[in-house]
């Protein structure tokens, strides 16, 4: 009886061993695949990124282009930016102001805003303008340089 006792003791001890050997190999092809799967999610991250930095530029782009087909709707002719822009020197918008949103150029803005601008009467509009003349002269000295 004690030698069918040891073989059966042995017996088992055979089956647990194989059991630990098949789930440490499972475990191991666990741990491989969470690894894998893990890199694959940093690539992923890395991508998307990437994909929600081009949505920005792009919201950016269609931004610029909604307000371009606003202003072209506004403006029938080139003499309408012109004379909107006249209306709001009047308001008091800056020579900026007016670059920006009305596409103008930086001598137009600066003449309207001399011309038109918050105070411009007398030799005040003439003042602006020589302003504005001398610091682009500073401006090209520099460029010259």
Do not use: F, P
Request: aromatic fraction near 2%; charge should be neutral.
């Amino acid at each position: 009886m004690s030698n069918g006792l040891l073989l059966l003791s042995i017996g088992l001890t055979a089956v647990v061993g194989s059991l630990c050997t098949l789930l440490y190999t499972k475990i191991k092809v666990l741990i491989d695949t969470t690894q894998a799967q893990s890199k694959k999610i940093g690539h992923l991250e890395i991508v998307l990124k990437s994909v929600i930095d081009i949505q920005k530029s792009t919201q950016l782009s269609v931004n610029e282009l909604g307000t371009e087909i606003q202003l072209r709707e506004v403006y029938q002719t080139a003499d309408d930016r012109h004379q909107i822009a006249i209306k709001d020197a009047k308001q008091g918008k800056s020579h900026a102001e007016l670059v920006r949103q009305h596409g103008l150029s930086s001598d137009e803005a600066a003449l309207i805003v001399a011309l038109h601008g918050h105070g411009a009467a007398g030799m005040n509009g003439h003042d602006e303008v020589s302003k504005y003349s001398k610091t682009r002269r500073a401006e090209a000295a520099l460029t010259e340089r």
